[in-house]
């Protein structure tokens, strides 16, 4: 399902000459290895960069360090400056975001372990959806990726 789903994206970001840099947390570096699995994938894929700490998030993707403190590193908004900002550094068309929490530990009674959000950004359509996704860390972690790939289907369609 995932090789299927991967060779879809690469035909269309091929087909339609889109270009994507991906600004991951949670999943760590994982949507970046799976969109680069495909031989050709250089022609789209500009840039992957894992912004795990709020620190880098700051520094690296240059999203307001207050709005982590206010809405929390783990947000739509934050989310959506990843997106943005990855985007505007590589010059690319679509530009992701994802932050999220996949425990097993750090949870809360406001975002649970599980907690993500996934938000894409191009000229003309920006998204940003709020999941939450059950199992372990790994599976945590997959489910994201997973669901980045089918919403990242979801727009190149549109």
Do not use: W
Request: aromatic share 4%; with cysteine; net charge positive.
């Amino acid at each position: 399902m995932v090789y299927r789903l991967l060779n879809q994206i690469h035909t269309l970001l091929i087909k339609n000459k889109q270009t994507i840099a991906i600004a991951e947390s949670c999943t760590g570096g994982l949507l970046s290895n799976l969109l680069t699995k495909l031989s050709g994938s250089s022609q789209y894929f500009i840039l992957g960069v894992v912004a795990y700490s709020n620190n880098a998030k700051k520094k690296v993707l240059n999203v307001p360090s207050s709005l982590i403190t206010t809405r929390g590193a783990v947000s739509k908004e934050v989310a959506s400056s990843m997106a943005e900002r990855i985007r505007k550094v590589a010059h690319t068309d679509i530009g992701m975001g994802i932050t999220g929490i996949a425990g097993p530990s750090k949870g809360s009674p406001q975002k649970p372990v599980g907690t993500v959000f996934i938000a894409l950004e191009s000229k003309k359509k920006k998204i940003c959806k709020k999941f939450r996704f059950k199992g372990t860390r790994l599976c945590i972690r997959k489910k994201a990726a997973l669901k980045s790939l089918e919403l990242l289907k979801e727009i190149l369609i549109k």
